[in-house]
Nanobody
Framework: QVQLVESGGGLVQAGGSLRLSCAAS????????MGWFRQAPGKEREFVAA????????YYADSVKGRFTISRDNAKNTVYLQMNSLKPEDAAVYYC??????????????????????WGQGTQVTVSS
């Protein structure tokens, strides 16, 4: 079993920054691809970013490229999402997720929601205009 706990959400003005964290426990976190997804009210959950087990590979949705940065600290069992230049359309509940099929391998389709089998409870990000 894996437990994922997100933190760092909150209210920020447009143009501001937030850093989300996702702490993992219960499995060897460092061996798996981790992803961030988000879901706004009335919309489907969508891919934001992912990072391979080693950190060598990072993947981003076009909507966040150049503004968001995903990273991980395997010694701390934590993955981060640095969000800069936030826009009102970035407001959503942000979820981290783990893909247990990617044991020490790069992800084939990191943007695919169904590839992730462990999810956190989410953290709310609100962006005021």
């Amino acid at each position: 079993q894996v437990q994922l706990v997100e933190s760092g959400g909150g209210l920020v003005q447009a143009g501001g920054s937030l850093r989300l964290s996702c702490a993992a426990s219960g499995r060897t976190f460092s061996r798996y691809t981790m992803g961030w997804f988000r879901q706004a009210p009335g919309k489907e959950r969508e891919f934001v970013a992912a990072i391979s087990w080693s950190g060598a590979g990072t993947y981003y949705a076009d909507s966040v490229k150049g503004r968001f940065t995903i990273s991980r600290d395997n010694a701390k069992n934590t993955v981060y999402l640095q969000m800069n230049s936030l826009k009102p359309e970035d407001a959503a509940v942000y979820y981290c997720a783990l893909d247990s099929s990617t044991l020490m391998r790069p992800p084939v389709a990191p943007e695919r929601l169904r590839g992730y089998d462990y999810w956190g409870q989410g953290t709310q990000v609100t962006v005021s205009s």
